[in-house]
C-alpha cells in the first residue's frame, strides 16, 4: 500500500471513528457507518467470502505502543485470599448477581459465592459490589496513582470476575473507552485483541458511551465463522495471549477483545479488572488524537494507529501491576508465606539413582503424631500445597495414605507426590487416589539402559511406569513427569515418550551436587560429579524438547534456594551455596523462626511458576469438599 492509500485508509478510519461516536447520539448517522465499512472492504480487496481470522501471540508482536503482558511481576498473595476456594471460606454467605444458563436461556438471580462455587457448570459472576475487607485488600497506592493520571476521565472501578472454565463463560468482542489492567488470580484466561484500527470491519454498536459491543462471539473469532458479518474477514492486527495465575494483561482505550475462560466447566478462573468508566473518556477515545491531526497527521497516524498507551499512564499501569496485592496479611508483609512445601518423611529408597540428593543417611519414618502437628502448623501459616517425596514415599503406603486423607480432609490442601513409581499399587490408588491431586513420576530416560546407567531400576522401569499413568488417569489424577537431566541422558530425544505419557507439567532438572549428600567426599553416599553436565548440555536438552507444551526446566541457579524442603524432623533444609544445612524443627521453634532460617528465595518460586493448577478438578467445589484449585 503506497502512503497515499495508506493516508486515505486512515482517513476513512478517522471519519468512521468520528459518526460512530455520533451515531451514538443520532442514529442516522449508522448509515455514514455503513458506507465507509465497505468502502474499507473495498480497498482490502475484501471479496465476500469467509475465512479464518489470524491471530500472533502478544509477545510475539513487539508493539511499542498497545496491549502489555506481564508475566507474574510481583509475588501476588492475592493469589491465595482472592481464589474463590477462598471467597468461599472469608465470605460464605457475600450474595452477588450471577448469569444462570438455563434449558431457556440466561437469567439473572443472586446467591451466596458459596452457591456460586457449588455450580460454576451453569454459572457466573462479574460484581462491582465487593466486600468491605476485600475492597481494603486492593493496592491503594497505585490505583490513587492511575485514578490521577486518568484525571477527569471517570471514577475507578475494581470488578472481580468469578466462572469456570469452557464455553459458557466467554466475551463476545466489544470494546472500552478506558484503560484496562486485568489481574489473573485463578485458573487460565484467553483473550483475543483487535486494535482500534479495525472498528470498521467489526460491527460495533455502542452501549451508552461505556461499552462498544460487537456481535462477534468466541466460536466466530475462533473459528472464522462470520456468517453474517463478511467484513470481519477483513480484520487485520489480530492478538492473542493467555493468562496463568499471577499475570496481569494492560488493555488501552477502544481496542476490541473477547475471552474465554480455559479449562474444564468446573475449573475455578477469578480475575480482577481495574477500569474506568464515563463518557469523557469515549470522547478522548474517538478524538483525542484527531485534534493534533492536522499537526503532524503521520506520526499521529503510526501511534494512533496500533492503539497507543501514553506514557505516563503505562506508567501507573505498570506501578498498579507490580503492587503487591498483600491480602489479608498487609500488615505483615515482611512475613515469609510457605505456600507449597516439599516433605521427606523418609530417606529410605528402593533405588540408587546416583545423583540423589536426599540420601538414605538414616531409615527413620516420621511419626503420624508429629506429622499431624507439622502439617496443621504449616497450613495455619499459609500452605495451599503439599508435595510428598522422599526417599521413595511408597515404601510406607499406610503411612502414605493417612498423611494424603488427612492433608486433603482435614486441612483443605492440594496433595501431590513424587515416586519413582516401582511400588506403586493400583488398589492403592483405588482407594487413596481421591485424596491426591498430582501424582508425579521420575523418568529420566525412555531407553532401559540408560535407566539402568543411572541406578533407575534393573530394566523393568518403563513398563510399570506405563501402567501407573494410566491407572492414576483412571482414577482422575493429574499426572506430573520429573526428569533429571546427567550425563546420561542429556543427548536422548525424549519428545515421543513424554508426549504418551501427556503429563500435566514435565518439570527437567539439570543435575545438582550438594555437598554433605552427593558429593562424592566426607562420606557422602552418592557421588554426583559423576553425572554433571554443563549449562551448556543443559540447554541443549530444554531446546530440543521446546515443542512440548508443558515443559519447566530449572538449572542449579534456579533450584538451589526456590525449594522449601523438610526432612522428617521436620527441619527446613537451606542449599545455598551448594550445601544442604538444617533449621531449628518447626516443632521446637515454629514455622516462623525455622522459615527465617531457611533461606528460601520466593521471588525465585514465584517466577519459576512454582504455582500451577494443582487440585484436582473433580475436587474444585465448596460445597462437602472444600478443596479447591487456586
Not at 529420566?444 to 501407573?468: C, M, W
Request: contains cysteine.
Amino acid at each position: 500500500m503506497g502512503d497515499i492509500e495508506e493516508m486515505e485508509e486512515f482517513l476513512l478510519v478517522l471519519a468512521f471513528h468520528t459518526f460512530f461516536f455520533l451515531s451514538t447520539i443520532l442514529p442516522i448517522f449508522n448509515r455514514v457507518l455503513v458506507s465507509i465499512s465497505h468502502r474499507l472492504g473495498e480497498k482490502r480487496g475484501l471479496k465476500g467470502q469467509s475465512h479464518r481470522l489470524k491471530f500472533t501471540p502478544l509477545e510475539d508482536a513487539c508493539l511499542e505502543h498497545g496491549p502489555q503482558v506481564l508475566r507474574r511481576p510481583a509475588t501476588f498473595a492475592a493469589l491465595h485470599d482472592w481464589s474463590l476456594k477462598s471467597l468461599c471460606k472469608r465470605f460464605p454467605n457475600w450474595e452477588i448477581l450471577v448469569h444462570r444458563y438455563t434449558a431457556s436461556g440466561p437469567r439473572k438471580e443472586e446467591m451466596t459465592v458459596r452457591d456460586l462455587a457449588d455450580n460454576l457448570m451453569t454459572c457466573n459472576a462479574k460484581t462491582l459490589e465487593l466486600p468491605e475487607k476485600l475492597q481494603g485488600e486492593l493496592p491503594r497506592a497505585a490505583v490513587e496513582q492511575l485514578r490521577e493520571e486518568r484525571g477527569e476521565w471517570g471514577e475507578q472501578a475494581a470488578l472481580l470476575f468469578i466462572g469456570g472454565g469452557g464455553p459458557l463463560s466467554t466475551t463476545r468482542l466489544h470494546a472500552d473507552p478506558a484503560h484496562n489492567v486485568y489481574y489473573q488470580v485463578q485458573g487460565q484466561k484467553r483473550w483475543f485483541l483487535f486494535p482500534p484500527s479495525e472498528a470498521p470491519f467489526l460491527y460495533p454498536v455502542s452501549r451508552g458511551n461505556v461499552a462498544f459491543m460487537t456481535p462477534l462471539g468466541h466460536d466466530q473469532i475462533v473459528h472464522g465463522d462470520v456468517g453474517d458479518h463478511p467484513l470481519a474477514s477483513a480484520a487485520r492486527g489480530g492478538l492473542v495471549v493467555t493468562l496463568n495465575p499471577g499475570d496481569v494483561l494492560v488493555i488501552p482505550p477502544m481496542w476490541f477483545h473477547a475471552v474465554v475462560n480455559l479449562g474444564q466447566p468446573t475449573d475455578p478462573v477469578v480475575g480482577l479488572a481495574f477500569n474506568s468508566i464515563g463518557l469523557g473518556k469515549a470522547f478522548r477515545a474517538h478524538f483525542g488524537f484527531a485534534l493534533t491531526a492536522f499537526g503532524h497527521p503521520r506520526v499521529l497516524w503510526r501511534r494512533w494507529w496500533s492503539g497507543t498507551v501514553d506514557d505516563p499512564l503505562l506508567r501507573s499501569c505498570r506501578t498498579l501491576a507490580q503492587c503487591e496485592m498483600t491480602g489479608r496479611r498487609e500488615k505483615t508483609t515482611k512475613a515469609i508465606i510457605p505456600v507449597s512445601v516439599n516433605i521427606f518423611p523418609s530417606r529410605k529408597c528402593n533405588y540408587s539413582c546416583g545423583f540423589c540428593f536426599h540420601t538414605s543417611k538414616t531409615e527413620n519414618l516420621a511419626s503420624l503424631e508429629d506429622t499431624y502437628r507439622a502439617l496443621r502448623m504449616l497450613r495455619d501459616a499459609g500452605m495451599e500445597k503439599l508435595n510428598i517425596a522422599g526417599g521413595e514415599p511408597f515404601l510406607h503406603p499406610r503411612y502414605l495414605a493417612a498423611v494424603c486423607k488427612f492433608a486433603k480432609e482435614e486441612l483443605h490442601v492440594a496433595v501431590t507426590l513424587i515416586s519413582n513409581g516401582s511400588l506403586i499399587k493400583r488398589t492403592w490408588l483405588q482407594r487413596y487416589g481421591q485424596y491426591v491431586d498430582v501424582l508425579g513420576l521420575s523418568v529420566d530416560s525412555f531407553v532401559e539402559r540408560t535407566n539402568q546407567l543411572i541406578g533407575r531400576g534393573t530394566g523393568k522401569h518403563l513398563p510399570h511406569i506405563a501402567r501407573v499413568a494410566a491407572w492414576a488417569q483412571e482414577e482422575g489424577i493429574r499426572l506430573k513427569v520429573n526428569t533429571v537431566v546427567n550425563k546420561y541422558n542429556w543427548e536422548e530425544d525424549m519428545n515421543e515418550g513424554i508426549a504418551g505419557l501427556n503429563p500435566v507439567r514435565w518439570k527437567v532438572f539439570q543435575v545438582l551436587v550438594l555437598e554433605g549428600e552427593n558429593s562424592g567426599q566426607n562420606g557422602d553416599l552418592r557421588d554426583a560429579t559423576k553425572f554433571v553436565i554443563s549449562d551448556e548440555q543443559f540447554a541443549a536438552f530444554v531446546e530440543r524438547h521446546r515443542q512440548q507444551p508443558t515443559i519447566v526446566p530449572e538449572d542449579n541457579s534456579v533450584m538451589q534456594d526456590s525449594y522449601l524442603l523438610v526432612d522428617e524432623e521436620w527441619r527446613f533444609l537451606a542449599c545455598s551455596g551448594g550445601v544442604k544445612r538444617p533449621t531449628d524443627s518447626i516443632l521446637d521453634v515454629g514455622v516462623e523462626k525455622a522459615l527465617e532460617q531457611a533461606e528460601w528465595d520466593a521471588d525465585t518460586f514465584f517466577s519459576r511458576g512454582g504455582v500451577y493448577e494443582w487440585n484436582r478438578p473433580a475436587d474444585e467445589t465448596c460445597g462437602e469438599n472444600e478443596a479447591l484449585a487456586w
